[in-house]
């Protein structure tokens, strides 16, 4: 949200965001400046919401930046001023994973341990996370099968399955690769409506988990 001449070390030459993630990761850590940087650009994102005037439900950042433990940091300070009280925690069980593509490995070690560091904060600051989120396997390619296969093997509790839909892979910004329209086409689907039925799953969202 702001220029790049307000977030110097966390946009490139172009100024768009680094993506050079472990460096910028590092420097985070690190540099107090980008420090700085990053809690006055997270708290421009934060307000440039809510003069959207839509209601926050639920806060996640790309690529699941918010693991990193400064910025969860300043997303729970932050987002607290802003009435924030859900954020993703993006585990996958590597068990379900294996039951829907046996040959599938599940994403990530480091997700896992820092996922499970993200949730044990955010339980001290009464902020609410899905019990198991799904999406990151298999990022871009959400297909029927895979989702239908997920609903199937749902372990108990609330979870959280997040894809990429959209009705064109023709928009600015879009990743190469991802299958936007067959994405939205498995949400839609009378198949994943009826393995919803038949797992008797009950559909809800972050605004009404948090209302609970």
């Known amino acids: 949200m702001l220029p790049p001449d307000r ?3 966390l ?32 708290t421009a994102q934060f307000s440039a919401f809510a003069d959207s005037g839509l ?12 693991l990193h433990p400064t910025i969860a940091s300043h997303v729970m300070d932050i987002g607290a001023r802003f009435g924030m009280k859900a954020l993703r925690v ?13 040959a599938r490995k599940a994403a990530g070690f480091v997700i896992d341990q820092w ?4 949730r044990r904060r955010l339980r001290r600051h009464g902020l609410v996370s899905a019990d198991w989120t799904f999406g990151n396997t298999w990022s871009g390619a959400l ?4 989702l239908t296969g997920l609903i199937s093997n749902l372990p108990d509790g609330l979870s959280e399955i997040y894809g990429h839909p959209a009705t064109s892979a023709r928009f600015d910004g879009a990743a190469a690769g991802y299958r936007y ?7 839609t689907s009378a198949a994943v409506s009826q393995a919803l039925r038949e797992r008797r799953i009950v559909t809800t969202t972050f605004a009404a988990v948090v209302r609970a």
Do not use: W, Y
């Open 7 to 9: 977030v110097p070390d």
């Open 11 to 42: 946009v490139d030459t172009a100024g768009t965001f680094r993506t050079d993630m472990v460096r910028a990761a590092v420097d985070i850590f690190m540099k107090s400046r980008v420090r700085k940087q990053l809690a006055a650009e997270i």
């Open 55 to 66: 209601k926050l439900d639920h806060v996640n950042a790309h690529k699941h930046f918010h």
């Open 90 to 102: 993006p585990c996958e069980p590597r068990g379900v994973i294996a039951k829907v593509e046996p």
């Open 115 to 118: 996922g499970a560091l993200l």
């Open 143 to 146: 297909s029927e099968n895979r």
């Open 181 to 187: 329209e067959d994405e939205l086409a498995a949400l």
